[in-house]
């Protein structure tokens, strides 16, 4: 049985410019008419639900791009440190909610929403402060970018982190003499740390899933695309979760997964058994690969074309060596996927246009390849964007909370 809702007597603003209606017809969760009250009336059933918006506004659902679904359903159940203002308020919060995590006794402790910024001290905080939460437990205080973080001294022996400690893409900080000070940076966090993390199981990942996305709808958000396989590497299982939870109706907004794949070989298996960009239904489809390309300038590791006026010695991380990023976004362009591609300075948006633009004169690709964040840039860089048909994919969040960094 089909369901219709006539929406009138409104301020109907279904195009995301200029025009408006005052009327809007859905039969079957789809839009079927836009227009004025009577063309509305005159094209509803006679079972129709008739529904007064009063002059209010009706907006059409918003669709985030970037939104981690599961890491963000994660995050409600750790130590919130957003609104911390000082180191010493970050470890007070840490011996607090410590309690809260006593069901994983003598397991790893988590938080999230650091911001050196933010504190007092204006410094990262680092093993020692940690410590003085606990020494028996691992603790992982990841900072608000999610691109950096902190570890206590039982956390970096947790994860074999020492004074020999390297690796391609990121860093582990080190004190004047020469010990890690238990920051760690992109892949040192992403592709070390958090694969020595106790394995997140199917269940947990749905658990996450199904917490924050029923939360969605009611802040007005009708379409995701998430990024979940930096928390749960597992691309098959991961989809299977999510074409069952929107099969069943458990899933309120539809979603696309950003595919974070960690290896080459990985994403030629799941192309050749899953395809490429676009594949699904209304609920849930594949997106695009999603690649990164530097860091954050928060934690100082998006690549600049030029120095960090406050950090001269810092230069950014390339999160892949040359080679490997041009493997990757060759095989995704060849192969019909749309790539997003996680760029916040300049210097790292220069080098994928680059590439870009190399594959292009090979061949061409149906998809808009994409520039998630984008940060910094200047005329020329966005004027080849254009030229070159590459969108902006800018989160409103981070224009409201990094804004400041960039001077």
């Known amino acids: 049985m089909t ?4 929406f009138f007597n409104g301020n109907v603003r279904p195009c ?3 025009r408006t209606a005052s009327a809007l017809l859905v039969e079957s969760g789809k839009v079927r008419c836009v227009g004025n009250d009577g063309d509305v009336k ?15 506004t009706l907006l059409p659902g918003f669709y985030d791009t970037h939104l981690h679904l599961m890491e963000t359903g994660k995050s409600l159940g750790v130590t919130p440190l957003f609104d911390v203002s000082s180191i010493a308020a970050l470890i007070q919060r840490g011996r607090a909610d410590l309690e809260n995590q006593r ?14 910024e933010k504190l007092a001290e204006k410094r990262f905080p680092t093993r020692h402060d940690l410590d003085e939460i606990s020494t028996d437990r691992p603790i992982l205080y990841t900072r608000a970018c999610g691109i950096a973080a902190v570890l206590n001294t039982k956390g970096l022996e947790a994860v074999g982190i020492g004074r020999a400690f390297s690796i391609v893409g990121g860093q582990a900080d080190r004190d004047v003499s020469g010990e890690p000070n238990g920051i760690v940076r992109r892949e040192a966090l992403d592709g070390w740390v958090k694969r020595k993390l106790p394995p997140v199981t199917e269940a947990m990942a749905k658990n996450w899933l199904l917490e924050i996305a029923g939360r969605l709808p009611q802040v007005g958000l009708t379409s995701v695309q998430s990024d979940d396989l930096d928390l749960y590497y597992a691309p098959d299982s991961l989809t299977r979760i999510y074409r069952e939870c929107a099969a069943s109706g458990a899933l309120p907004v539809r979603t696309a997964q950003q595919y974070l794949f960690r290896s080459l070989e990985d994403f030629e298996r799941f192309t050749r058994i899953h395809g490429a960009t676009g594949k699904g239904d209304d609920d849930f489809n594949v997106g695009p690969l999603k690649i990164i390309v530097d860091g954050s300038l928060g934690s100082r590791t998006a690549v600049l074309r030029g120095a960090y006026a406050d950090a001269p010695e810092a230069k950014g991380i390339f999160v892949r060596t040359d080679e490997a990023l041009k493997e990757m976004l060759s095989y995704a362009h060849a192969n019909d996927w749309q790539i997003a591609a996680h760029n916040i300075g300049d210097g790292a948006l220069e080098k994928y246009l680059d590439l870009i633009e190399e594959l292009q004169r090979e061949r061409k690709n149906a998809w808009k390849h994409r520039v998630i964040h984008c940060q910094i840039g200047d005329t020329d860089l966005y004027e080849r964007m254009a030229r070159l048909g ?18």
Do not use: K, M, T
Request: charged share 20%.
């Open 103 to 116: 069901d994983n006794a003598g397991g790893w402790v988590y938080g999230r929403g650091w911001n050196q």
């Open 3 to 6: 369901r219709s809702i006539a």
């Open 16 to 18: 995301g410019d200029e």
């Open 390 to 407: 590459v969108g902006a994919d800018v989160q409103p969040p981070f224009v409201a909370s990094d804004w400041y960094w960039v001077a």
């Open 42 to 56: 005159s094209l509803a059933p006679s079972d129709a639900e008739y529904v007064d918006l009063g002059g209010r």
